[in-house]
């Protein structure tokens, strides 16, 4: 059986977060905003994936009309991953935020 890297990360961080609960990584202000960050980004990857398989479609049909349709779901895909990219950003702004709040109150991972 194989391992799932997937699961072993959960199980880490789950881990970490019942050890170290005066850390970011026990504050759930922190991870309900990951999450909610995560879900929003996921939103946008789903629609970026029926985006793809519509131009994939569009495009094998080589009917005119559908090559035109793609110049609007290409530039959709472009906006999206702008999202993605920017979703990600201020995940990382707000993360760093909150870690270092939580040190700079004089909480430290040896505490």
Do not use: C
Request: aromatic share 4%.
């Amino acid at each position: 059986m194989a391992n799932n890297p997937r699961s072993n990360t959960s199980k880490k961080l789950k881990h970490h977060r019942n050890h170290d609960s005066n850390d970011v990584e026990g504050n759930p202000e922190v991870w309900a905003t990951l999450d909610k960050s995560f879900k929003q980004v996921q939103s946008v990857l789903d629609r970026n994936r029926a985006l793809i398989q519509q131009v994939n479609e569009n495009h094998q049909s080589k009917i005119p009309e559908n090559m035109v349709r793609n110049v609007a779901l290409i530039q959709e895909l472009n906006g999206n991953i702008s999202k993605v990219v920017s979703l990600y950003s201020d995940m990382s702004s707000n993360f760093s935020s909150a870690f270092q709040q939580q040190h700079g109150n004089g909480h430290t991972r040896d505490d």
